[in-house]
């Protein structure tokens, strides 16, 4: 799985939110720079990234970060997307193989946990901003929710209709944050998580309950 320092360095246009890919060249870098800054400096926790060392970082003025984000917390939140984007890359491989669904699907949530608390001060710092994240950072908050639907929806069951898959994904999307905290804060272990989310997967892709129209 990607270290953090990847994760900073990870380049794909392709990969961008669309408002982000629809940026001109010359802003398009400049978003990069931010980003791959700020997540370097997330790194060591939430109150060391601080928009000053990220501009320098980056290269840019402090007011320049806020022409592309509305605050500190909304920073992260892309930060955050970043590195789902990074982790899910990596994890395609791995569950190319697999073809039980179940188990690809446990599979996810055991290698985006165990990824995400190896860096703990950086897991702090971006489920912090994206929970906690206003109204104003609404568009990131919303890139991050899809790009974990996209991860936890990868079921590849024929049986179960494109749009419940998607609706899986973006529960477990949820549910993932949320309980990761708890693995990050000692409160759980990465298998505990991973069996209890997995039962509840089971359970869903097992029944046969139609998405509403």
């Known amino acids: 799985m990607p270290y953090i320092k990847d994760v900073a360095g990870l380049w794909s246009r392709g990969d961008d939110p669309r408002h982000v890919r629809d940026l001109s060249a010359g802003r398009h870098q400049r978003r990069h720079r931010i980003v791959s800054a700020a997540v370097t400096l997330a790194a060591d926790g939430y109150d060391a990234v601080q928009l000053r060392l990220v501009a320098e970082d980056a290269g840019v003025s402090t007011s320049t ?3 592309y ?25 791995e569950l190319a193989p697999i073809a039980d669904p179940t188990e690809r699907l446990r599979r996810v949530i055991y290698r985006m946990t165990e990824s995400l608390c190896a860096a703990t001060p950086f897991a702090q710092a971006v489920c912090r901003a994206y929970l906690c994240a206003d109204h104003t950072a609404a568009a990131n908050t919303d890139h991050v929710r899809e790009a974990l639907s996209m991860v936890f929806s990868g079921l590849d069951r024929s049986d179960i209709s494109p749009r419940l898959q998607q609706d899986i994904g973006s529960l477990f999307g949820d549910c993932w944050v949320i309980n990761a905290l708890s693995v990050i804060h000692g409160r759980a272990t990465v298998a505990e998580l991973q069996d209890r989310l997995a039962r509840t997967a089971a359970d869903l892709m097992t029944s046969r309950l139609s998405p509403t129209t």
């Open 65 to 67: 970060i806020y022409h």
């Open 69 to 93: 984000f509305s605050s500190k917390d909304d920073l992260l939140v892309a930060c955050f997307h970043r590195w789902i984007v990074a982790n899910d890359l990596a994890i395609r491989a």
